[in-house]
């Protein structure tokens, strides 16, 4: 036998162990996704609101002739080699993903490159990170840093719920099948998920004219903190109306509903943010409840993104499931 039949023999009999279906292990791969993004999002405001930025002064090594942090960076270099770190466990995990994917990957696409998509963004987020050291934490960088990952929490929430069959082409949920939602709800849930990404994205602008800036030395962007942080509160005014007046549409729909458990979700997540929000800033930023605040903003991405994604599915279900103009109803 020749190599290259060796080789596709290989292949052949590694593939034919893969799944040929959604398994246990892809819905484990995709919640792991989802907080290993959210946690990296906690970390990295870990990094800044210690004055961790600069732990490792130089990229892509941590110091000049060392890969990893040395003893004498002491805790920043940790706290800051660590972030690094979780990037690569997030690597590794998108990468089993597509190993398991394989043999999906034409059948399953929409799961396929939501998975291609998280590790095609290791790559990208490293080289902002490294341009957000080499600049002396150049706020808008590291705002640019965080909202990749902000997009990729949106991206693994997309993937549980897939991998779930709650949306995508086999969202067979009995919690949801057959039931009618709305053109308003459809909308609200547009505008609420809207409203998350606007806050979130004026957010990083109210940090970067704040006082944690991740190193002592580190530029501001020079806006008027006050103004700044008026601006980013009118989509979260915005947000507080949608969710409400959505969880009030959907509550008749019964504690076992998916949309209605969606709304519900998002609403605790608005409230838990309106109190940190205004908590943090009534008593000069604090950098636990700073932290916390980044904590649930991304919570709140993932619950507006699933909320969002429940509604519209719901919406391409009755499409399908719509009897053709002129048809005999079949009883």
Not at 80 to 108: C, D, H, P, Q, Y
Not at 194 to 209: D, I, R
Not at 242 to 266: C, F, P, Q, Y
Request: charged residues 10%; hydrophobic residues 50%; contains cysteine.
């Amino acid at each position: 036998m020749s190599l290259t039949q060796q080789l596709k023999h290989g292949l052949h009999s590694v593939g034919s162990r893969l799944p040929s279906s959604v398994n246990p292990t892809l819905r484990w791969l995709a919640v792991a996704s989802l907080i290993g993004q959210s946690v990296l999002i906690v970390t990295g405001g870990a990094v800044r609101l210690t004055a961790s930025g600069l732990g490792c002064p130089t990229w892509p090594q941590c110091t000049p002739g060392s890969l990893v942090n040395t003893p004498e960076m002491g805790v920043h270099g940790i706290i800051e080699f660590g972030n690094r770190t979780l990037t690569i466990v997030l690597a590794v995990v998108a990468a089993s993903m597509l190993v398991f994917l394989w043999n999906l990957r034409k059948e399953r696409k929409d799961l396929f490159w939501l998975a291609f998509s998280l590790l095609a963004s290791i790559p990208v987020q490293a080289v902002i990170g490294g341009i957000s050291v080499l600049t002396g934490l150049n706020p808008w960088a590291v705002s640019l840093h965080f909202l990749v990952s902000a997009a990729l929490v949106v991206v693994a929430m997309l993937l549980v719920n897939r991998t779930y069959g709650r949306t995508g082409r086999d969202d067979h949920s009995s919690r949801l099948a057959g039931r009618p939602v709305s053109k308003t709800v459809r909308q609200l849930a547009g505008v609420a998920a809207l409203c998350t990404a606007a806050a979130v994205l004026l957010g990083t602008m109210v940090t970067g004219s704040g006082p944690h800036a991740g190193d002592a030395n580190a530029p501001r962007n020079d806006l008027n903190p006050d103004l700044i942080t008026r601006v980013h509160v009118l989509p979260v005014y915005l947000l507080v109306i949608s969710s409400v007046i959505l969880l009030a549409l959907l509550w008749r729909r019964g504690a076992k509903d998916t949309l209605r458990h969606g709304a519900l979700l998002l609403v605790a997540g608005v409230l838990f943010q309106g109190v940190i929000g205004y908590s943090q800033y009534f008593t000069g930023l604090p950098p636990l409840l700073v932290g916390l605040h980044m904590a649930g903003a991304a919570y709140m991405l993932a619950t507006a993104t699933n909320l969002a994604d429940l509604a519209f599915a719901a919406r391409r279900r009755s499409a399908r499931n719509a009897v053709p103009h002129g048809s005999a109803t079949v009883r």
